[in-house]
Nanobody
Framework: QMRLDQSGGGLAQPGESRTLSCATANPSFISYDLGWFRQSPGKEREFVAAISRSGVDKSYADSVKGRFTVSRDNTKNTADLQMHGLKPEDTAVYFC????????????????WGRGTQVTVSS
């Protein structure tokens, strides 16, 4: 079973940037498509971004398009979510997740999840 270890996040002021990372020691990582999701208290988990196993295909939620960038390095079994121009409404716990059959915007399609990392945007 693949384990996804997340890092990054923390407290940021509006307009600042942060990078979240998702890593695994499992070389099968290259066979999985990856998604980023976030969840705020009292809200449903929502799609943020996704990247195909090759890194070629990417998808973003409208709310983060143009501000967030998803990438991956299959030689290191890692993926990053670069977040720029952070807004208070970006405050949430962010999760990375993988699935073997194509990128998806639906959390239920993902089979392996990281534990999440908190991002708080506040002045």
């Amino acid at each position: 079973q693949m384990r996804l270890d997340q890092s990054g996040g923390g407290l940021a002021q509006p307009g600042e940037s942060r990078t979240l990372s998702c890593a695994t020691a499992n070389p099968s990582f290259i066979s999985y498509d990856l998604g980023w999701f976030r969840q705020s208290p009292g809200k449903e988990r929502e799609f943020v971004a996704a990247i195909s196993r090759s890194g070629v295909d990417k998808s973003y939620a409208d709310s983060v398009k143009g501000r967030f960038t998803v990438s991956r390095d299959n030689t290191k079994n890692t993926a990053d979510l670069q977040m720029h121009g952070l807004k208070p409404e970006d405050t949430a716990v962010y999760f990375c997740a993988v699935r073997p059959f194509g990128i998806s915007i639906y959390s239920g399609d993902y089979t392996i999840w990281g534990r999440g990392t908190q991002v708080t945007v506040s002045s």
